[in-house]
């Protein structure tokens, strides 16, 4: 039996909704007059007409009608129809859209990787960007992006050295310098077979899916080929200063952070002859361009207003020094892209500003892992009436028959098929589940993270090869005090943590200092610490000939980069001599300790308890083949025999062979490394001067687990048998040796 009072409380119900429901028809009724008022009266971009989020501020029938009134009210006549056209459809949820940016460094392509987390984050659409890069971007970005795996994504990458003749002749006084000039060129730069591009900067960060811009493309009229936002100060009014020389502009002007290219109209009409000849004859009256392209845009818009298609302000809500953007997004809670187009970008000076900010950081920190989400309904290419670029390497048109090469990557990339194939082949009730499924993720990697100095070739120079988490930062300062040389080091962190390291290295004085240090950020993921692949990112990062595969928390003596550098000449390594140089291992177990100059002074503290070798307590048959009497009285390099679970610190060239990655973890990780090398015939060679220090630290997570999990050790086993069983694949007989010697109680290295 039911409740008698439920059917009253569902009549009431019902009547709440119905007088609500009445109410929102009142107020959009009333509204829709008004804003009908305002229309007629040319306001229509009032706040609340949905009709017309907002009036563009300029003519949008490519006419000059006018200039903007001084409250950036459109003038009268400007909020017709067209101002006030119905929001265009979306394109086909698979047709594929182009968006092009340039990138030029370390510190644009960390900015880049926050617009395209952004993009990545509301679209619904395949995407194929257009890069046009530097050497440095271009090597930081091919390798993000393979590595990142982004489903229905393709990138295409550009030399910017094959275009800076073409702007070059320039003179440029903004701070993105020549660069800052290369939206000129796109339409002879990109494909002749690409129609369509939306253009971006890198300091711009969306909040809503960029499927909606395209569609913008709708509202061009037969001639217009540009579209553009106003831009959001009175810059090119020439008011600001005295003697405030802008160049010129339909009013207010027009802002490029964000535009809509039609490219196949900007060919007909000759972009280059328009561009061109116009900026040679302005620059006869002024010294430079202020504000790089958008100055010689709006100089060529002025003259030729049947180009340009204003677009709603709320595409390119401009963050400058003299911003008038609040006449925008005061109006409006829809707010589509941020334009953080101050040279102070997140400082910059704004009642509003910490709004604006908190969207930047939400992307800046957001987990990039999680747009590894695929597109439902798509398939893995794009759908055969979508504007596409076809072919691995296609011909762009360039000056005086130029041909650039790019190369597009599949929407779907294969590997990742094939991960993803091998991913559901794995059983999750297996023990070892969570070792095979870490062996199969590809992490994300963000190479040079910070502004990075090759070092100066040398042939015997080393580059010191480590990696780091979050926990072991406070090493930095440290290690940077003892080693003089150049570092490459792999740092796993999330994206958040990311951020906290770059405000850590710039508030030191130290790090900051350094610029031949090389740190490259693998992306967290998965429940073990991926050792050996951090390893052997930052192997492969290394610039110089010779390396010393080292550890975070060892400290190297003061003078070993120098010893190593002599030493490597005296012994003849490389291509005459291929060996491993040992560099002995101590340990303190003191978190205060003075640390010693020379081999003396460390055997002195050795003597007194103060310093033990390596892991003596606990595992001291991982370096006792280094033979620590002899080195005592040793003063030339003596040889050693591998031997079962020997894990030294050694210095190798660079092209030395890599980490077996599937060791995640704790254990077996150098261990197996050092058997590879024996293998592959490398001799060692034990140094007599040369000495590192392991610190003091509380233990890690996976060497935790090791201790008290035997689930975890009947895995690490279980892959040292499969290592086992390759090494006697490759090496036949020769692996006989280390089958025998390694078949002994669990090793700990």
Same mark, same amino acid.
């Given at each position: 039996?039911?409740?008698?009072?439920?059917?009253r409380?569902?009549g009431?119900?019902?009547?709440?909704?119905?007088?609500?429901?009445l109410?929102?028809?009142?107020?959009r009724?009333?509204?829709?007059?008004?804003?009908?008022?305002?229309?007629?009266?040319?306001?229509?971009?009032?706040?609340?007409?949905?009709?017309?989020?907002?009036t563009?501020?300029?003519?949008?029938?490519?006419?000059?009608?006018?200039?903007a009134?001084?409250?950036?009210?459109?003038?009268?006549g400007?909020g017709?129809?067209?101002?006030?056209?119905?929001d265009?459809?979306l394109?086909?949820?698979?047709?594929?859209?182009?968006?092009?940016?340039?990138?030029?460094?370390?510190?644009?392509?960390?900015?880049?990787?926050?617009l395209?987390k952004?993009v990545?984050?509301?679209?619904?659409?395949?995407?194929?960007?257009?890069?046009?890069t530097d050497?440095?971007a271009?090597?930081?970005?091919e390798?993000?992006f393979?590595?990142?795996?982004?489903?229905?994504?393709?990138?295409s990458?550009?030399?910017a050295?094959?275009?800076?003749?073409?702007?070059?002749w320039i003179p440029?006084?903004?701070y993105?310098?020549?660069?800052?000039?290369m939206k000129?060129?796109?339409p002879?730069a990109l494909?002749?077979?690409?129609?369509?591009?939306?253009?971006?900067?890198?300091?711009?960060?969306?909040?809503?899916?960029?499927?909606?811009?395209?569609?913008?493309?709708a509202?061009?009229?037969?001639?217009q080929?540009?579209?553009?936002v106003?831009?959001?100060?009175?810059?090119?009014?020439g008011n600001l200063?005295?003697?405030?020389?802008?160049?010129?502009?339909?009013?207010?002007?027009?802002?490029?952070g964000?535009?809509l290219?039609?490219?196949d109209?900007l060919?007909q009409?000759?972009?280059?002859?328009?561009?061109?000849?116009?900026?040679?004859r302005?620059?006869?009256?002024?010294?430079?361009?202020?504000?790089?392209?958008q100055?010689i845009?709006?100089?060529?818009?002025?003259?030729?207003p049947?180009?340009?298609?204003p677009?709603?302000c709320?595409?390119?809500v401009q963050?400058?020094?003299?911003?008038?953007a609040?006449?925008?997004?005061?109006e409006?809670?829809d707010l589509?892209?941020? *334009? !953080?187009?101050? %040279?102070?970008?997140?400082?910059?000076?704004?009642k509003h @500003? =910490?709004?604006?900010?908190? /969207?930047?950081?939400?992307?800046?920190?957001?987990d990039?892992n999680?747009?590894r989400r695929?597109?439902?309904?798509?398939?893995s290419q794009?759908t055969a009436?979508?504007?596409r670029?076809?072919?691995s390497?296609?011909?762009?048109?360039g000056?005086?028959?130029?041909?650039?090469?790019?190369q597009p990557?599949p929407?779907?990339?294969?590997?990742?098929?094939r991960?993803?194939?091998?991913?559901?082949?794995?059983?999750e009730?297996?023990t070892?589940?969570e070792f095979q499924?870490q062996?199969?993720?590809?992490?994300?990697?963000?190479?040079?993270?910070?502004?990075?100095?090759?070092?100066?070739?040398?042939?015997?120079?080393?580059?010191?090869?480590?990696h780091?988490?979050m926990?072991?930062?406070q090493m930095?300062?440290?290690?940077?005090? *003892? !080693?003089s040389? %150049?570092?490459?080091l792999?740092?796993?962190l999330?994206? @958040? =943590?990311?951020q906290?390291f /770059?405000?850590?290295v710039?508030?030191?004085?130290?790090?900051?200092?350094?610029?031949?240090?090389a740190?490259h950020?693998v992306?967290?993921?998965g429940?073990?610490?991926p050792?050996?692949?951090?390893?052997?990112v930052?192997?492969?990062?290394?610039?110089?000939?010779?390396?010393f595969?080292?550890?975070i928390?060892?400290?190297p003596a003061?003078?070993?980069?120098n010893s190593?550098?002599?030493?490597?000449?005296?012994l003849g390594?490389?291509?005459?001599?291929?060996?491993a140089?040992?560099?002995?291992?101590?340990?303190?177990?003191?978190?205060?300790?003075?640390?010693?100059?020379s081999?003396?002074?460390?055997?002195a503290?050795?003597?007194?308890?103060?310093l033990?070798?390596?892991?003596?307590h606990?595992?001291?048959?991982?370096h006792a083949p280094?033979?620590?009497?002899r080195w005592?009285?040793?003063?030339?390099?003596?040889?050693v025999?591998?031997?079962a679970d020997?894990?030294?610190?050694?210095?190798?060239?660079?092209?030395?062979?890599?980490?077996?990655?599937?060791?995640?973890?704790?254990?077996?990780n150098?261990?197996a490394?050092?058997?590879?090398?024996?293998?592959?015939e490398?001799?060692l060679?034990?140094?007599?001067e040369?000495?590192?220090i392991?610190?003091?630290?509380?233990?890690s997570l996976d060497i935790?687990?090791f201790?008290?999990?035997?689930?975890?050790r009947?895995?690490?086993?279980?892959?040292?048998?499969?290592?086992?069983?390759?090494?006697?694949?490759?090496?036949g007989?020769?692996?006989?040796?280390?089958l025998?010697?390694?078949?002994?109680?669990?090793?700990?290295?």
């Open positions: 039996m039911r409740p008698r009072g439920r059917p409380a569902l009431a119900a019902a009547l709440l909704l119905l007088l609500a429901a109410a929102l028809g009142l107020f009724l009333g509204r829709d007059r008004a804003c009908a008022r305002r229309e007629r009266g040319g306001r229509a971009g009032d706040a609340g007409c949905a009709r017309c989020p907002l563009p501020r300029g003519p949008l029938d490519g006419r000059a009608r006018g200039t009134t001084p409250d950036g009210d459109a003038p009268a400007h017709g129809p067209h101002a006030c056209a119905p265009p459809p394109p086909p949820r698979c047709e594929l859209l182009h968006v092009a940016i340039v990138c030029a460094g370390h510190n644009s392509s960390r900015e880049a990787v926050t395209v952004s990545l984050f509301y679209r619904k659409n395949p995407l194929h960007f257009h890069v046009v050497a440095v271009r090597n930081v970005l390798t993000l393979r590595s990142w795996m982004v489903p229905a994504l393709r990138v990458f550009y030399d050295e094959d275009l800076k003749p073409q702007v070059s440029n006084k903004h993105s310098g020549l660069y800052g000039l000129l060129v796109l002879s494909p002749l077979g690409l129609t369509r591009v939306i253009v971006l900067d890198t300091d711009v960060t969306f909040a809503a899916d960029i499927a909606e811009l395209w569609a913008l493309f509202h061009f009229s037969d001639k080929a540009i579209g553009l106003e831009n959001q100060s009175n810059w090119y009014l200063w005295k003697n405030h020389r802008p160049w010129p502009a339909l009013g207010r002007g027009f802002n490029t964000v535009i290219l039609r490219l109209r060919r009409v000759g972009w280059e002859q328009l561009w061109e000849p116009t900026a040679r302005e620059l006869l009256a002024l010294s430079a361009t202020s504000l790089a392209d100055d845009f709006n100089t060529v818009l002025k003259e030729h049947g180009l340009v298609r677009l709603p709320v595409w390119n963050l400058s020094d003299h911003t008038l609040e006449r925008c997004y005061l409006v809670a589509k892209v941020i *334009h !953080w187009n101050s %040279p102070k970008k997140l400082q910059v000076k704004n @500003a =910490e709004f604006f900010r908190n /969207l930047y950081l939400t992307f800046l920190e957001y990039g999680l747009l695929g597109l439902l309904g798509c398939p794009p009436g979508a504007e670029v076809r072919g390497h296609l011909p762009v048109a000056r005086a028959g130029h041909v650039l090469l790019h990557w929407a779907l990339p294969r590997p990742l098929s991960l993803q194939q091998a991913l559901a082949q794995l059983d009730e297996d070892c589940f499924q062996q199969l993720t590809v992490h994300r990697v963000h190479i040079t993270f910070l502004p990075h100095e090759p070092p100066p070739p040398h042939p015997y120079d080393v580059t010191l090869v480590a780091l988490s926990d072991r930062l930095l300062e440290a290690l940077c005090r *003892h !080693w040389g %150049p570092m490459s792999a740092l796993y999330t994206d @958040a =943590e990311a906290q /770059l405000r850590f710039e508030s030191s004085p130290v790090l900051s200092a350094r610029r031949d240090v740190y950020v992306y967290r993921e429940p073990f610490y050792v050996n692949q951090l390893r052997n930052a192997l492969a990062q290394a610039l110089t000939p010779y390396v595969l080292s550890d928390d060892f400290l003061h003078s070993l980069y190593l550098r002599a030493s490597i000449e005296q390594l490389g291509s005459r001599r291929k060996a140089l040992v560099v002995p291992a101590f340990e303190t177990l003191r978190y205060r300790f003075s640390f010693p100059r081999k003396a002074e460390l055997l503290l050795l003597d007194a308890g103060a033990y070798t390596f892991r003596y606990e595992w001291p048959r991982g280094t033979d620590y009497a005592r009285e040793a003063q030339e390099p003596y040889r025999q591998w031997a020997y894990e030294p610190y050694v210095v190798v060239a660079r092209d030395c062979p890599r980490y077996d990655p599937r060791f995640v973890g704790f254990g077996w150098k261990v490394h050092l058997v590879e090398l024996d293998a592959q490398y001799e060679l034990v140094l007599p040369a000495f590192a392991h610190l003091p630290h509380t233990p935790s687990r201790r008290s999990s035997p689930t975890y009947d895995c690490l086993r279980a892959l040292k048998e499969d290592f086992l069983q390759d090494l006697s694949r490759r090496y007989a020769a692996a006989l040796k280390y025998t010697a390694l078949q002994q109680p669990q090793s700990q290295a």
